[in-house]
């Protein structure tokens, strides 16, 4: 991608009225639009990283035989009504509107109960189980307070698993298997060593549902952690009875910051009892069938990874999804034989695969490598008249910034030993 092409504009400045450290950078590197508290648009840079963090998790919810799909934004009244959510006092995100024709609707803020009564018509049997499914889905939740930019959105992105099992061994055992894919997950992006599986509360069937915490100073929770016994509690449920049932004693916890960034439930068979989804069982009793469900908070991990990954100058992208993996940084471009030359190792470059931004703009050096930090992909190599007479690129990297002078044929075996596709 040319940056001359690119309609997004870095900005001094993020709008007055944003708090939050991440939303400051994103708007600022002209990755997310603030349409208004806890509303955001993704741009092109914005939107690539988006779709690198999806494909991540797709890539894990995949490896754990999760189908995908994707459910409807406008749910029913009744269903929801069925399982007692519909109500204001007991689920307090609901958006709710009218149809025209009558009757109200209200806006996907979770898809247990449409998922629930969409898998009648297709498991009747304990022959056509386990299922597991999963989407990507902008979830919309009425939230009071919107500060923490895009790690609390009002319209964000969640991918939401739902598993469906006939017996409880293979329910439990799927259950199981979804921690080490969350971890998977994490670990890919790079927060794998801060994120702690803790005891939350909201279990159906067992006492507590687990929640995946990432340490960082702008999330809104609080673990209390012993990293010893890799033990980590929620502070919901931290109390002398879940203290003395983990075998740990409160001295031993220490109180970290940290941002939900996964949710776990085990529901036994109480929900899809409370949706009447019922399968025959091999004597051909109706029971009902063993459910889970599984959220990570897709663009909340987006805002964690710019909190954790930042300096004063800007956002510091990991490999796995920076939006483009290299920023060629042309310099001296007015003139037309170091712009030739630098268009042309441009080409090369795309020619081999490798994700790369050009900044082929006519600006002082100065303000180049001001947005380049800003913006924050992992490489940065400058084609200046310098480089084009030495036959030597500087090559900095974005995280520590390692510096080295590489001819191009080392910069193509640099990037062939480790791809930056
Ligand atoms: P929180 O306690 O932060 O309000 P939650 O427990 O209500 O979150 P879940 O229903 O468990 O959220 O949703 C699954 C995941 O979706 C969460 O673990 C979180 O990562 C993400 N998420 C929830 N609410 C938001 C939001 N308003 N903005 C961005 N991500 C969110
Ligand atoms: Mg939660």
């Not at 993020?14 to 993704?42: C, F, S, T, W």
């Not at 999804?321 to 060629?328: I, M, N, T, W």
């Amino acid at each position: 991608m040319r940056q001359t092409h690119l309609f997004t504009k870095t900005r001094r400045e993020a709008p007055a009225d944003e708090v939050a450290k991440n939303a400051q950078l994103l708007i600022r590197a002209g990755y997310i639009h603030k349409e208004m508290a806890g509303v955001y648009a993704y741009l092109p840079l914005g939107l690539r990283v988006v779709e690198k963090i999806k494909q991540i998790v797709r890539e894990e919810m995949n490896a754990i035989f999760g189908q995908e799909l994707i459910m409807t934004a406008l749910q029913r009244k009744e269903l929801w009504e069925r399982t007692d959510r519909w109500s204001d006092e007991i689920v307090d995100v609901w958006f709710k509107s009218e149809l025209k024709a009558g009757g109200e609707v209200g806006f996907g803020w979770s898809h247990e109960e449409p998922i629930g009564e969409m898998m009648k018509a297709h498991i009747a049997s304990y022959k056509d189980l386990p299922v597991s499914v999963y989407q990507f889905q902008t979830k919309l939740r009425n939230e009071l307070r919107a500060k923490s930019g895009i790690m609390r959105g009002r319209e964000f992105v969640m991918k939401d698993m739902y598993s469906f099992a006939a017996d409880e061994a293979t329910h439990l055992s799927y259950y199981e298997s979804t921690k080490t894919a969350y971890m998977n997950v994490f670990t890919r992006l790079g927060v794998g060593e801060d994120t702690f599986i803790t005891f939350a509360a909201g279990g159906a069937f067992t006492k507590f549902s687990h929640e995946f915490q990432t340490v960082c100073e702008a999330g809104e929770d609080i673990i209390y952690l012993n990293r010893e016994k890799g033990i980590a509690i929620n502070e919901e449920v931290l109390s002398d009875e879940t203290l003395t049932s983990l075998g740990v004693k409160r001295e031993e916890l220490e109180a970290v910051k940290t941002a939900e960034v996964g949710n776990i439930f085990n529901f036994g068979q109480q929900k899809a009892t409370d949706l009447g989804l019922a399968i025959k069982n091999e004597q051909g009793e109706d029971v009902p069938v063993w459910m889970g469900s599984y959220g990570i908070g897709v663009t909340r991990l987006m805002g964690v990874m710019v909190e954790k990954f930042s300096d004063e100058k800007g956002m510091v992208w990991p490999k796995s999804v920076a939006p483009y993996v290299l920023h060629l940084v042309g310099l001296n471009l007015e003139d037309a034989a170091v712009r030739d030359w630098a268009d042309g190792l441009y080409q090369n470059l795309r020619a081999r695969g490798v994700s790369v931004l050009y900044d082929d703009r006519d600006l002082r050096p100065g303000e180049k490598f001001a947005d380049s930090d800003l913006m924050g992909l992992p490489y940065r190599v400058i084609a200046s008249r310098k480089a084009r007479e030495e036959g030597k690129f500087e090559v900095v990297t974005r995280a520590g910034g390692q510096v080295r002078h590489l001819t191009e044929d080392e910069l193509y075996a640099d990037f062939d030993a480790s791809p930056l596709t």
